[in-house]
C-alpha cells in the first residue's frame, strides 16, 4: 500500500482535529474494562495534537449496538480510563452529533479532549450514511484514522467521512501507520526463514490467509481445532473434535497443493470435555478415539513448531493453538510464544495477530518481548489475504 501522510508531518496549533479510535475494548459484568491496550494504543497519537497546541476529538464504536442508544455500550469508562492515562479530563459528549456534542465541540479550548459517544448508537454510522458523516465532518480541521481494528469496513466514520473531508488535511495516526508497515513489510519483503503460524477453529476464517501466505512463506504451520479438519482429509480419526465437514475437500485440495510447505501437528492433547475435570489423554493426529476431543497441540508438535519457528527470521502468528483459556490446554500456545520471544531475541521479526493471539499472548505475560502485538484481529488478516482498505486509500499520500 502507498505511504501514508502521518499526524506529525501535519500543522495542527489552533485546529481542532477528528481522530477515528478503535476503543471497543472488553468490558466486565460490572461495565469496568478488562483490558486497556487499545486506549494505551491510541496515547501517542492523542499526546502529538495536544502537546502541539490542537485540540483532540475523538470517536469510537464500542460493542454492537443496533443504530439507538444502549447504556451498557457507553464510552464512559473508556472516556474515564483515557483520562487517567493522558493525566488531563477527557470530556464525554452524551450524543454523537447531537446538541452536546456540537456545544462542546465548540467550547473545546486548546489542548482539550472530547470523546465522542459510542459511533454505533446512530444509525448512520454502519449504514455509511454521507450525511450523518458530514455531520462529524463540521466538527473539524483535519481527519485522522488511528483505528486499525476497523480499517477493513465501510462504516461512516472510516470513509465517508474523510470522503466529505477532501481538501482538508486527511492522514492516519501513529498507530495505523506502524500496522501497515509491519503487515506491509512482512508480505512484500520478508527476511528469510518467513514463517507463519496460523490457528484457531475453522478453515473457512483462515482460507484466504493460507492461500495467500503460501505464495510467499517458506512454512505454514497449522494448530488449532481447524487441524482437526486438515487431519480429517488426511482419513484420520477426529473424535469429537471440532471440525468442518463440509470443508474437508477444501483442506485436501489444500494439502495437495502445498506439499511440504504446510505443516500439521503429529499428535494432539485430548479429553472427554474441554475443562480441565475430563478423562486426559495425548495420541498421534489422525487417531483421536471416540468420546475423546483436541483441544491442543501435544508435546510432540508443541517441540517440533517451536525448533521451527526459533530457527525463523520472520514470523506471522494468527490463532491459538488450542484452547489456551482453559488450562492444561494453553501448553501449545505458550511453547509457540516463547519460541517467538526467543526468535525475537535473536533478532527476528515477530508480528502477532490481533484478537485471540493478541490475547492469548497478553495473557501469557509476553506482549511486550515480541517485535509487534496487532490491535486488528479482522484487519490484520484482511491485510495478509492481501485485501485493499478504502479507508486507507482515501487518505492523504505521503
Known amino acids: 500500500m502507498t505511504k501514508k501522510k502521518v499526524i506529525s508531518d501535519i500543522e495542527v496549533a489552533g485546529k481542532k482535529v477528528l481522530v477515528r479510535c478503535d476503543f471497543n475494548v472488553p468490558l466486565d459484568e460490572t461495565g469496568a474494562i478488562t483490558d486497556d491496550r487499545r486506549i494505551r494504543s ?30 451498557r455500550f457507553s464510552l464512559r469508562p473508556v472516556a474515564d480510563r483515557l483520562g487517567e492515562v493522558l493525566e488531563c ?152 473434535s471440532l471440525v468442518e465437514r463440509d470443508k474437508v475437500d477444501l483442506a485436501g485440495d489444500l494439502l495437495e497443493t502445498a506439499g511440504v510447505k504446510l505443516v500439521l501437528p503429529v499428535d494432539a492433547h485430548c479429553s472427554t470435555e474441554p475443562s480441565k475435570n475430563g478423562e486426559m489423554t495425548t495420541v498421534d493426529a489422525g487417531k483421536i478415539p471416540e468420546g475423546f476431543g483436541g483441544f491442543d497441540i501435544g508435546p510432540q508438535t508443541a517441540k517440533k513448531f517451536a525448533g521451527l519457528i526459533r530457527v525463523a527470521k520472520t514470523i506471522v502468528w494468527n490463532g491459538p493453538m488450542g484452547m489456551f483459556e482453559v488450562p492444561p490446554f494453553d501448553a501449545g500456545t505458550l511453547a509457540v510464544a516463547q519460541a517467538t520471544v526467543a526468535a525475537t531475541e535473536a533478532g527476528a521479526t515477530s508480528i502477532i495477530g490481533g484478537g485471540d493471539s493478541a490475547a492469548a499472548i497478553e495473557r501469557l505475560g509476553l506482549a511486550e518481548q515480541v517485535s509487534h502485538v496487532s490491535t486488528g484481529g479482522g484487519a490484520s488478516l484482511a ?8 479507508a486507507v486509500d482515501i487518505l492523504d499520500d505521503a
Open 42 to 71: 491510541a496515547v501517542p497519537t492523542i499526546r502529538n495534537i495536544l502537546d502541539r497546541s490542537g485540540q483532540a476529538i475523538l470517536m469510537s464504536h464500542l460493542g454492537r449496538p443496533k443504530g439507538k442508544p444502549e447504556s
Open 89 to 240: 479530563e477527557c470530556e464525554l459528549a452524551v450524543d454523537v452529533v447531537g446538541p452536546d456534542a456540537a456545544a462542546k465541540v465548540a467550547s473545546l479550548s486548546t489542548g482539550g479532549v472530547l470523546l465522542l459517544e459510542n459511533l454505533r448508537f446512530h444509525a448512520g454510522e454502519k449504514a455509511g450514511d454521507p450525511r450523518f458523516a458530514a455531520d462529524l465532518a463540521k466538527f473539524a480541521d483535519v481527519y485522522c484514522n488511528n483505528a486499525f481494528g476497523t480499517c477493513h469496513r465501510q462504516d461512516a466514520s472510516m470513509v465517508a467521512v474523510p470522503d466529505v473531508m477532501a481538501g482538508k488535511p486527511r492522514v492516519v495516526g501513529f498507530l495505523v501507520a506502524k500496522e501497515m508497515d509491519f503487515l506491509s513489510e512482512a508480505i512484500a519483503d520478508p527476511q528469510r526463514p518467513f514463517l507463519a503460524v496460523l490457528g484457531g477453529a475453522k478453515v473457512s476464517d483462515k482460507i484466504n490467509v493460507i492461500r495467500k501466505v503460501l505464495q510467499s512463506c517458506d512454512q505454514v504451520l497449522i494448530g488449532g481445532a481447524m487441524a482437526y479438519t486438515f487431519s480429517l482429509a488426511q482419513g484420520g480419526q477426529v473424535g469429537i
Open 383 to 390: 491485510m495478509l489475504e492481501g485485501q485493499r482498505f478504502a
